[in-house]
């Protein structure tokens, strides 16, 4: 199946939404009682929306993109929150932008349907825009390199559990919108993207299970053999994720004493680190390339401040400290590892202070 009737499928849902204010709504009362007119236009999933606030208001945000921002509702509603940000809407329909201009009443909106990822966002968001398109990997990458550098992408994206299932424009009849769904990423390969873009963190917020078989099932077209087709399908999970992937980690910077010269030099350290969730850092890791200092002046390798290391899939804890801190690690053992323990006795869990042992323990 082409792009182009991939494209018209998609203007023909488009169309049907704004011919049709208030089908599919995904605003809660509160927020459609506030503007009743853009809240009218609905697109994506409002699982991402509880999401967007608490990393505007944790986060040193100043400017917003919404990578297939739709209609605009949604920036249109956090320009009321945060009329002092910045708000760039991008969607490759030219009809959806027009609309999208046509309900804004600030200029502190921009919507265009031309590539905006010519400038740095500090946030950039995407609401079920993804699983559209093709090229997953290279667009999550292309928008990695468009943050700013403490920069995050906030995603609500449709994935599935299987790569078996294929859609195919002859399997159904004149109802086409289940084709939407023929670039839909495995769950895990699509978050690997993210890691693989380069990410320093990524994180599942949400997950939720939603089920399109019964709409996809009365759109098969019944003079087409479709029986493996619709085996896929029913051993097929759909989910709904959120997922927030920051560009950066934010090192805590420190005065570190040489254990060996005990002259002082300044440092960072990143506190703790999660094999699953911070891939690349864990990399760096291992590499000795944070967390692990040469003294400036007797060259001493040694890790510079405590830290904790987290392996969920390998259930393993690794605590690690500076050299000088080795005298009291009996103190240590009863202090950390031991309630760590009772918490977790199916957890394997040692303290280290030296990189060849932590790494022979992560191994």
Same mark, same amino acid.
């Given at each position: 199946?082409?792009?182009?009737?991939?494209?018209?499928?998609?203007?023909?849902?488009?169309?049907?939404?704004?011919?049709?204010?208030?089908?599919?709504?995904?605003? +809660?009362?509160?927020? $459609?009682?506030?503007?009743?007119?853009? *809240?009218?236009?609905?697109?994506?999933?409002?699982?991402?929306?509880?999401?967007?606030?608490?990393?505007?208001?944790?986060?040193?945000?100043?400017?917003?993109?919404?990578?297939?921002?739709?209609?605009?509702?949604?920036?249109?509603?956090?320009?009321?929150?945060?009329?002092?940000?910045? !708000?760039?809407?991008?969607?490759?329909?030219?009809?959806?932008?027009?609309?999208?201009?046509?309900?804004?009443?600030?200029?502190?909106?921009?919507?265009?349907?031309? +590539?905006?990822?010519?400038?740095?966002?500090?946030?950039?968001?995407?609401?079920?825009?993804?699983?559209?398109?093709?090229?997953?990997?290279?667009?999550?990458?292309?928008?990695?390199?468009?943050?700013?550098?403490?920069?995050?992408?906030? /995603?609500?994206?449709?994935?599935?559990?299987?790569?078996?299932?294929?859609?195919?424009?002859? #399997?159904?009849?004149?109802?086409?919108?289940? #084709?939407?769904?023929?670039?839909?990423?495995?769950?895990?390969?699509?978050?690997?993207?993210?890691?693989?873009?380069?990410?320093?963190?990524?994180?599942?917020?949400?997950?939720?299970?939603?089920?399109?078989?019964?709409?996809?099932?009365?759109?098969?077209?019944?003079?087409?053999?479709?029986?493996? !087709?619709?085996? /896929?399908?029913?051993?097929?999970?759909?989910?709904?994720?959120?997922?927030?992937?920051?560009?950066?980690? $934010?090192?805590?910077?420190?005065?570190?004493?040489?254990?060996?010269? &005990?002259?002082?030099?300044?440092?960072?350290?990143?506190?703790?680190?999660?094999?699953? *969730?911070?891939?690349?850092?864990?990399? $760096?890791?291992?590499?000795?390339?944070?967390?692990?200092?040469?003294?400036?002046?007797?060259? *001493?390798? &040694?890790? *510079?401040?405590?830290?904790?290391?987290?392996?969920?899939?390998?259930?393993?804890?690794?605590?690690?400290?500076? $050299?000088?801190?080795?005298?009291?690690?009996? &103190?240590? &053992?009863?202090?950390?590892?031991?309630?760590?323990?009772?918490?977790?006795?199916?957890?394997?869990?040692?303290?280290?202070?030296?990189?060849?042992?932590?790494?022979?323990?992560? +191994?």
């Amino acid at each position: 199946m082409s792009n182009l009737n991939l494209d018209k499928i998609y203007k023909n849902e488009i169309n049907e939404r704004i011919k049709s204010p208030g089908k599919g709504n995904i605003y +809660d009362s509160e927020t $459609k009682n506030k503007n009743i007119r853009a *809240t009218s236009y609905s697109f994506g999933c409002s699982n991402l929306h509880p999401h967007i606030k608490p990393i505007i208001e944790h986060s040193n945000i100043k400017s917003i993109l919404d990578f297939g921002c739709g209609s605009g509702s949604d920036l249109i509603l956090l320009n009321e929150s945060y009329p002092s940000l910045d !708000f760039f809407g991008y969607d490759p329909c030219i009809e959806m932008i027009e609309h999208a201009n046509s309900l804004k009443q600030s200029q502190n909106i921009q919507f265009s349907s031309q +590539d905006l990822l010519t400038q740095s966002f500090d946030l950039i968001i995407s609401n079920a825009s993804i699983h559209l398109l093709k090229k997953q990997n290279e667009i999550i990458q292309n928008i990695y390199s468009h943050l700013s550098g403490n920069g995050i992408f906030l /995603s609500g994206e449709f994935v599935c559990s299987s790569s078996e299932i294929k859609f195919s424009e002859d #399997l159904f009849n004149n109802q086409k919108t289940p #084709l939407l769904f023929q670039n839909i990423s495995q769950q895990e390969i699509f978050i690997q993207y993210f890691f693989d873009a380069g990410f320093e963190e990524v994180e599942v917020l949400e997950r939720k299970v939603f089920d399109p078989s019964p709409h996809i099932l009365n759109s098969l077209n019944p003079n087409i053999n479709s029986s493996n !087709f619709r085996y /896929s399908l029913i051993n097929t999970q759909f989910y709904i994720i959120i997922i927030q992937a920051s560009k950066e980690l $934010k090192a805590t910077p420190l005065a570190f004493q040489c254990s060996n010269c &005990q002259m002082l030099h300044q440092d960072k350290i990143y506190r703790s680190i999660n094999k699953q *969730t911070h891939q690349s850092l864990y990399k $760096k890791l291992l590499l000795g390339e944070i967390n692990l200092s040469e003294c400036p002046h007797c060259k *001493t390798m &040694q890790f *510079t401040a405590p830290f904790q290391v987290h392996d969920m899939k390998s259930q393993k804890m690794a605590f690690c400290f500076p $050299k000088s801190m080795e005298i009291q690690q009996k &103190q240590l &053992q009863n202090e950390i590892l031991t309630p760590f323990l009772q918490r977790l006795p199916h957890y394997e869990m040692e303290l280290f202070f030296n990189h060849s042992s932590f790494i022979n323990f992560m +191994d």
